[in-house]
């Protein structure tokens, strides 16, 4: 059987006036379902660039990416759209909630698009926004922002939940808050977490640890005992 | 070096960002643009104008005098200070006779040489100018339907109006040569006149040698300007009223100089008069001596017929007493006959006796033979009687002869019957004796004892036969005895039956011998009585004879009386005669002297004649000498009355039609150019304020950077202020650039239905120009620098880090639960989104408004405009040919003419009424051109023009009580119901009471009952117009036309309503080119205000778009996401609006309305249908541009730093 991501000599190449910059050169890794797993690499290292085509967000100009045997590497447009519709979930460093819509509303905003929705309350309660339902954006704080951000991404209950440096914006105990509502959701919902982060502490609480540099994959460890987010330092 | 670097910048930033740049520029171009363009418009008009009138030389003053002028007076006109040419014309108004109808036609003069010095140069458009006698040019435009071409013949009728036509020009028939351009009309019309139907048609100019006039009819006067002094500037007004009153000044005094000549001229005419009447008195002197003369012949001859006249008395009783005596020897004659009848009528009435006598004698033996026939009679028929019995007497005589007869018969039967039983007693005794024998035979042959029984047998046979035969014989002769019996009854029968006949005969011999006597008796008696008649008839004739001559003599005495009364009748015939002859012999005796009278009167008349002609000739004398005397009295008169030795002077307002009307329609134009800055620069500034902030929200820690390098804020927000400015720089200079060419072009040109003007010169206003540049300058420069300023603020390290995203916030709507709950997660969002950005909000919704509000306004004019043409000539003026009379006609002329045409199928009713153009007192100013309208019958002007109430519809009633004046004039007059009105017509002033206004919309009109009419003006209504209904037999027009002219020369012309409706219709659409500018304005506006704000809504929220993209919107829903906004605030836009295009409609309906021209105020429904209809089309074509742009924004977006 196939694993569950399959990146297979995947190459992302930008033109940027006369230089053509390769942001994914090359790139071979797999995830199983259910893992916790973290891209990790220096700036430019191409790990956003992996996390776009691995969220519809970005094709890739060589190579296959295939998702839970579908191969998204050769969507159509249309059909890229759905994909993002219905199997992604994206976390996103600075939230990118609305911010004209409160708490609630952001997650109604994803829940209303697609079939299997959840009730928005409970998503966020799941979060530990019960309370905050009705709150804006503005009126919470960064993590908070984040959970709602989360909890947007899960109620669409999506096939992988990909995180765009999280915990990036956030201070470090919040972050660690972050990691922690993440890694309970993989191993709650045995959902697939694909979490790209510049900050290697994070990585020993993954199932997999998939290192870039330069566009490529430098090396993709299995950690048999991953630690739990709270005993994480950075 | 710092500048420089800047500059790049800023130059690098308008290529980076040029959408934003675009944007400004384009609003600025369009408010900038629009605005100066039609403000160029006014101004590009009068000097196109004022350029084409300058270089005619249009005359500024005419002056007008009511005996006209002569050189001097133009001398002394050129002669004073500011003048600076004078110009003496003619002019006068003819009627030009035409196969339609008569027009009336300007004639004018041709200013000589043409060369350069003279006013109102006139410009030969084609053809050539006159040359020789009886050749004219035309002005080569006209009113629809009289064009004029070279080599028409003009034909001018034999009068204008009362002066006739020789006393004014030369000919009566010219040749057009040549076609001009005149600047003294410089409209299609050439204005009203006194004569004919008072309008002018045509306008002819000829060379001023055909004028028969011996003084000029005007002066044209040019005034000293300064160069490039504009004539509709007020200053020039004032000159003008300056030097109108100098001319004024120098009219009272070249008028004493005129009134001076003429009386020396009166003077050298009196000395010329005083000389004639001293001879004609001389001549009347010797007139006299003759008629005193035949004064004494006539009283002569007046004597001599008196004694005619006693003579004639005299004869005439000499006649009465001839009469007389002849009357009574008649009488006498007549008493004799008298005498003659009477005894005629004794012998007559003795013959009569006679005759009586002799008829009652007559009578007796007529009664007398009667009773002698009676009674012959009576003795034939006894006669006849006896005869009868006598024939009885022989029948029973007869009768007895044959029972007689008979009886003999019958006793001859008896003797017969006795003699049978007589013979058949023998034969009895025989069979007795037979049988006895032959029993004797048997009893013998028995005895015998004969025993033979055949002998016995044949002897018993013997016996019974024998038996037999006496029994027989004993049967016959009983019977026979029965027979002599019966004859011997039937004999006794006879007997009596004799004897009766026997006893009857003696009877009837008796009786006829009686009879006989009788008869002889009567006989005897008759001749006794035949006797006696015999005798009297003898007597009788006697008589007779007796009476016959009695007869006789009485015939001839008749004869003789008749002879005697025929004398009689011949004496009366002839005395008639006499009496009757009598007369005729005085009569003619009368009559001569009755010729004689007459001929003494006529003798008298000629007498009275002369007496007349020397009076006659007397009092001429005498009124030439009070002429002049009075002539005198007039111009002393005059001296002492200035008002009546003035010169009237004009300007071009006043002369010129459409002058007034020019610097009219340029200031409305104004107005309407006044509207656009009220939403494109509001719009405008509002577009450049959010751009610019969206901008400098943009470049938030660029401007910390430059903060931080320590520069200064001036420096920071000089780069945006630069960046603004240059925008709005090019916007607006190429707005005005291309607008300012543009727009007054296609206005302009709008109006050259209504004027005849050269190529259009634009005029830049410059004040104009650089006022809005500086406006539009001032609004963006500002904009940037309050957004700068705002930004600028704030400290340093703030600025350097990303600004906090506006928090959201609850809006109002969502305290209604209930509805907030209603409404879908999506609208919920856009009713955040909308209310989040108030600014923008109120920007798109105005934009858009401005653009409804144009489309509505334009589209108003429209409803308000191209229905009035079918209101005025389909629904309120019924009657589609118009008659112009050529004189009024009186109530008794019309109904005559009335039936004429009421009989022509062609027509389907008419309606005299009497229409008179007077002035009305307006606000400070007079409203010319006002009819008063009367109809033949108020309650019936109905049928041809519809007077309703303009709010209702409802009819309204033409009383007496007051007049009904139509909406606009009430308008102008600010009049209603109630009011009163004032105006004035030859020279009277009249106020009457307003009892209704009625809806109209071309014209005013003051409808006024013919009662009302006669009150006011003192004079019965006489009748100058014919309204009329098309029957259904008017196919052609104009063979209908030709027809009634022929028919009936009162008809001035006839007019077809349908062709004055198509002109009209013609130029009062040329207000559509505006509406059409306005469209385009609106549409830009639209586009712009949406397009820019779409613009920046999308880049504002990039990452908000690209994050609902991640999402996995469609991009239907994610165009959705930001358009629906859009559509909200378009709807919103649509409805504000339709309120403001509401009342934008009203403003410029009324700003562009005509004079004499009511619009329609109301804007139909589909006008607001069409506008949202077109406003939601810029709309969504702005959506659909913007969704390239949508599909265009990256999803990677979302995931960079906030900056």
Known sequence: MEPYIVFRDVYKRYQMGEVTIVAADAVNFEIEKGEFAVISGASGAGKTTVLNMLGGIDNCDEGDIIVDDKRVSALAESQMIQYRRMDIGFVFQFYNLIPNLTAGENVELASQICESDLGAADVLSSVGLRERVDNFPSQLSGGEQQRVAIARALAKKPKLLLCDEPTGALDYATGKKILGLLQQTCKRQNMTVVLITHNTAIAPMANRVIRMRNGSVVSADINPSPVSAERLEW | ?1203
């Open chain 2, 1 to 1203: 070096m710092r500048l420089k670097a800047q500059i790049k910048d800023t130059y690098r930033e308008i290529l980076r960002s040029r959408e934003r740049f675009i944007s400004i520029l384009l609003i600025t171009f369009l408010s900038v643009g629009f605005f100066v363009g039609v403000k160029a418009t006014a101004p590009s008009m009068r000097t196109t104008a004022e350029n084409y009138f300058n270089a005619a030389s249009l005359m500024d003053l005419e002056i007008i005098s009511t005996v006209g002028f002569d050189d001097g007076d133009a001398e002394a006109v050129r002669a004073l200070e500011g003048v600076a040419e004078v110009m003496p014309s003619y002019s006068a108004d003819l009627i030009v006779l035409e196969d339609a109808g008569n027009s009336v036609a300007r004639v004018a003069a041709l200013p000589d040489g043409g060369g350069e010095g003279t006013l109102n140069r006139i410009k030969l458009v084609s053809g050539r100018m006159p040359e020789k006698p009886g050749e004219c040019v035309a002005a080569a435009y006209n009113m629809r339907g009289a064009d004029v071409a070279v080599g028409d013949v003009i034909r001018f009728s034999e009068t204008a109006g009362s002066a006739a036509t020789d006393t004014i020009i030369s000919g009566t028939s010219y040749t057009v040569v040549g076609l001009i351009e005149t600047p003294q009309y410089f409209s299609y019309s050439y204005g009203t006149s006194s004569i004919g139907n008072g309008t002018i048609l045509y306008y002819i100019m000829l060379p001023a040698c055909e004028f028969m006039y011996t003084r000029y009819t005007e002066l044209y006067i040019a005034l000293d300007r300064a160069p490039g002094a504009s004539a509709f500037d007020p200053r020039y007004g004032a000159d003008i009223s300056r030097t109108a009153a100098r001319i004024g000044d120098v009219g009272l005094v070249r008028y004493d100089l005129f009134l001076n000549g003429i009386q020396a001229r009166l003077n050298d005419a009196q000395d010329e008069f005083n000389e004639q009447k001293t001879s004609a008195d001389r001549q009347l002197a010797d007139a006299k001596l003759r008629l005193e003369e035949s004064a004494r012949e006539l009283a002569q001859a007046r004597e001599e017929i008196a004694a005619g006249w006693e003579e004639y008395d005299r004869s005439v009783l000499e006649t009465e007493a001839g009469l007389k005596k002849a009357e009574a020897d008649l009488a006498a004659a007549k008493a004799e006959l008298a005498g003659g009848e009477a005894q005629l009528a004794a012998a007559q009435a003795q013959y009569d006796a006679g005759t009586a006598q002799l008829m009652e004698a007559r009578a007796g033996l007529d009664s007398g033979w009667r009773q002698y026939y009676a009674g012959e009679a009576e003795y034939q028929r006894k006669e006849r009687e006896y005869g009868e019995g006598l024939a009885q007497y022989r029948e029973a005589r007869e009768e007895y002869d044959q029972a007689k007869n008979a009886y003999d018969v019958a006793s001859e039967a008896v003797a017969l019957a006795e003699q049978a039983l007589d013979g058949g007693e023998i034969d009895q005794a025989e069979a007795e004796s037979l049988y006895e024998q032959a029993l004797a035979a048997l009893e013998a042959y028995e005895n015998s004892g004969g025993a033979d029984p055949e002998m016995l047998d044949q002897l018993r046979a013997q016996v019974q036969a024998a038996a037999e035969r006496m029994l027989n014989a004993e049967d016959r002769e009983a019977q026979a005895r029965e027979e002599l019996e019966n004859a011997k009854a039937q004999l006794a029968v006879y007997d009596a039956q004799l004897k009766e006949a026997e006893a009857e005969l003696n009877a009837a011999e008796q009786q006829l011998a009686q009879a006989r006597i009788q008869l002889d008796e009567a006989a005897a008696q008759l001749g006794d009585a035949r006797e006696e008649l015999e005798g009297g008839e003898e007597e009788y004739a006697a008589n007779r004879a007796q009476l016959d001559d009695a007869r006789a003599q009485l015939q001839a005495n008749r004869t003789k009386l008749d002879a005697a009364k025929s004398d009689l009748a011949a004496g009366e015939r002839e005395y008639a005669q006499q009496k009757l002859s009598a007369p005729a012999r005085l009569a003619e005796a009368k009559t001569e002297l009755e010729a004689a009278e007459e001929q003494l009167a006529a003798g008298q008349d000629e007498y009275d004649a002369g007496y007349a002609d020397y009076l006659g000739a007397a009092a001429e004398a005498q009124s030439s000498i009070s002429d002049g005397r009075s002539r005198i009295q007039n111009i002393r008169d005059m001296f002492s009355s200035v008002e009546s030795g003035k010169w009237y002077a004009f300007s071009r307002d006043d002369i010129i039609l459409s002058y007034a009307g020019l610097d009219q329609d340029a200031q409305r134009i104004d107005a309407i150019a006044a509207i656009f800055p009220v939403f494109f620069v509001l719009v405008a500034s509002l577009v450049c304020l959010t751009t610019m902030s969206r901008m400098i929200d943009e470049q938030r820690v660029q401007i910390g950077t430059y903060k931080a390098l320590g520069y200064s804020s001036a420096q920071i927000s000089g780069k945006y202020m630069v960046y603004s400015a240059a925008a709005c720089m090019t916007g607006g200079v190429l707005g005005q650039l291309i607008c300012i060419q543009l727009l007054p072009r296609v206005i302009i040109g709008a109006y050259s239905t209504l004027y005849r003007l050269p190529d259009i010169e634009i005029v830049i206003p410059w004040s104009m120009s650089a006022l809005s540049m500086l406006a539009a300058l001032l609004c963006t420069v500002m904009a940037a620098w309050y957004s700068c300023h705002r930004e600028l603020k704030v400290t340093t390290a703030a600025l350097m880090r990303p600004k906090m995203p506006r928090g959201g916030k609850r809006i109002f709507m969502e305290r209604w639960t209930k509805l907030w709950r209603a409404m879908s997660f999506s609208q919920k969002i856009t009713a955040r989104n909308l209310l989040r950005y108030k600014l923008r909000l109120l920007m798109t919704v105005l934009g858009i408004s401005g653009c409804m509000a144009l489309i509505v306004a334009g589209l108003g004019m429209h409803d308000g405009v191209n229905p009035i043409v079918d209101k005025q000539y389909g629904e309120i003026n019924r009657y589609k040919i118009m008659f112009t009379l050529s004189r009024d006609l009186t109530r008794g002329e019309a109904d005559a003419l009335g039936r004429r045409l009421a009989a022509d199928g062609r027509l389907s009713g008419e309606m005299f009424s009497k229409i008179r153009s007077v002035d009305v007192d307006g606000n400070g100013e007079d409203i010319h051109n006002v009819f008063v309208f009367t109809p033949q019958d108020a309650a019936r002007i109905d049928r041809m023009i519809s007077l309703r109430s303009p709010e209702d519809g409802s009819p309204l009633r033409l009383g007496d009580e007051g007049v009904i004046i139509t909406d606009k004039l009430a308008q102008v007059l600010g009049a209603g119901a109630g009011d009163m009105v004032a105006f004035s017509a030859d020279g009277e002033r009249y106020t009457l009471p307003v009892a209704a206004i009625a809806e109209n919309y071309i014209y005013h009109y003051i409808y006024m009952s013919p009662a009302l009419y006669e009150e006011t003006f003192g004079a019965q209504v006489k009748f100058n117009t014919i309204a009329c209904a098309a029957g259904e037999g008017m196919t052609d027009f104009d063979g209908f036309a030709a027809d009634w002219l022929s028919k009936d020369s009162s008809i001035l012309s006839i007019s077809n309503v349908d062709s004055a409706r198509k002109s009209f219709d013609e130029t009062i659409r040329s207000i559509n080119i505006i509406i059409f500018v306005m469209l385009i304005a609106a549409g830009a506006l639209a586009f712009v205000v949406v397009y820019n704000l779409t613009n920046i809504n999308i880049s504002e929220r990039t990452r908000e778009i690209a994050t609902i993209k991640v999402l996995g919107f469609r991009h239907g829903e994610t165009n959705m996401y930001i358009f629906r906004e859009n559509f909200v605030m378009g709807a919103l836009g649509i409805l504000l609006g339709s309120v403001i295009g509401c009342f934008l409609a009203r403003f410029m309906l009324k700003t562009v309305e005509v004079d004499m021209v009511r619009f329609v105020r109301s804007i139909a429904a589909s006008s607001y249908v069409y506008a949202a209809l077109l406003t939601a089309f810029y709309i969504v074509s702005v959506n659909l541009l913007m969704t390239r742009r949508m599909r265009g924004i990256s999803m990677v977006e979302s995931l960079k730093a906030i900056e």
